[in-house]
Each structure stands twice: as C-alpha cells, then as structure tokens.
T-cell receptor, first 114, second 113 residues
Framework: KNQVEQSPQSLIILEGKNCTLQCNYTVSPFSNLRWYKQDTGRGPVSLTIMTFSENTKSNGRYTATLDADTKQSSLHITASQLSDSASYICVVSALTSGTYKYIFGTGTRLKVLA | NAGVTQTPKFQVLKTGQSMTLQCAQDMNHEYMSWYRQDPGMGLRLIHYSVGAGITDQGEVPNGYNVSRSTTEDFPLRLLSAAPSQTSVYFC????????????FGSGTRLTVV
C-alpha cells in the first residue's frame, strides 16, 4: 500500500534554531517528492520538488534531501523564523499507466517561539 | 494574478442540504482537483479534471459531483450534505500534468450539522 509517514507530528523550537523534519514513504513506482508549507487557514504552498535522480534541493533557508534507496526524505530549516510556524507536508507521486497519483503525508506542525 | 480562488471561505449546512463550492483559476491551467483535509489525515483527492469537459473520480468521490464546462471553473457540488462531509476543502490547479506541482486555493471550511 502506498503510504507517506512524517515525523515528528509536531515540533517546537526557538527562533534562530535549526530543525529537520522527516518523511518516509512506501510509494511505487516513485515519480517525485515534494514538500509543501501550509500556514494556518491557508492552502499548501510548494517549497521543493525532487525527482529520483536528485539528492538535494534548496529554497532559501529550506533544504530538502532525498534518499531514493532508503525511501526517505528530510526537510532542514536553517535559522528558523517566527514565520516558519506552519505545517509541512510531504507529498510523493507515483506514475501508473500514464496517470499521476499523489500520496500526502499528514504533516509536521512546527511552532517557532520568540 | 489571483491564482486559485475559492468561495465561500466558511459555510455551515444542515444535514440533507445541498450546495456548491466554487473554484476558479486564472492561470490557464489544464488540471484542476478537489481535496478534502481532515484532522490527522493527509489531503485526500475527491475529483479531478484534466481539461474542460473531462472529469474523473479520486479516492473519496461519494457524495460529491463535479463538472468542468470551462478551463477556469471547477465547482464541487455536495448533493445531500452529511456530518461526515465536515472538512476543509481545497481546490488546486496545475499546468500540464499534475507532476508540475499544484497551486492551491485558500480553502473552504465546511461544517455540516
């Protein structure tokens, strides 16, 4: 069964600190993996997208890594800011019979404190 | 560019009532989808469309209808609302196939009492 699991469920850090969010998946056949940021009361916004051949992708203070062998991805946030408080969702897509299927994780809720 | 616009933002329905959630995009995206987001669960696909006149079911289509008469609009209809349909609904669109990434609307919070 295609699944995407994220950890931790929630995380509280102090402003300025770094943190790493994890995403493990069992999705086949793998097409790409994305990280989204979802602010409270808003729709998800794409941060990064990685295909099978990409190991690392950065977007400002956000760096995503992908290990396709172990089927793990991480999202590292550097020098956190209050505005980083949000839910971070890992989404893995599979390409089956010419159709993309998206499997969403349940997200990690990050709270950055001043 | 407005992106993806959803209306209304909030709605309360009584069990058995029907309503339509509106979604419009101004990016000329071919692909449009409806998702629901429930606590403790990932977003789940309700219905999607790969172009005007073409729609298909996602993983949780029961109780919902869609149509796509224009590229811009993709309304979601609740036929007879049930408390189990209490959720936050997101419309999303993308250019080309869905691998290029979605642009999401800001959501509609629906409560069925």
């Amino acid at each position: 069964k295609n699944q995407v699991e994220q950890s931790p469920q929630s995380l509280i850090i102090l402003e300025g600190k770094n943190c790493t969010l994890q995403c493990n998946y069992t999705v086949s056949p793998f097409s790409n993996l994305r990280w989204y940021k979802q602010d409270t009361g808003r729709g998800p916004v794409s941060l990064t997208i990685m295909t099978f051949s990409e190991n690392t992708k950065s977007n400002g203070r956000y760096t995503a890594t992908l290990d396709a062998d172990t089927k793990q991805s991480s999202l590292h946030i550097t020098a956190s800011q209050l505005s980083d408080s949000a839910s971070y969702i890992c989404v893995v897509s599979a390409l089956t019979s010419g159709t993309y299927k998206y499997i969403f994780g349940t997200g990690t809720r990050l709270k950055v404190l001043a | 560019n407005a992106g993806v616009t959803q209306t209304p933002k909030f709605q309360v329905l009584k069990t058995g009532q029907s309503m339509t959630l509106q979604c419009a995009q101004d990016m000329n995206h071919e692909y449009m989808s409806w998702y629901r987001q429930d606590p403790g669960m990932g977003l789940r696909l309700i219905h999607y469309s790969v172009g005007a006149g073409i729609t298909d079911q996602g993983e949780v289509p029961n109780g919902y209808n869609v149509s796509r008469s224009t590229t811009e609009d993709f309304p979601l209809r609740l036929l007879s609302a049930a408390p189990s349909q209490t959720s936050v609904y997101f419309c999303a669109s993308s250019y080309g196939d869905r691998a290029y990434g979605y642009t999401f609307g800001s959501g509609t919070r629906l409560t069925v009492v």
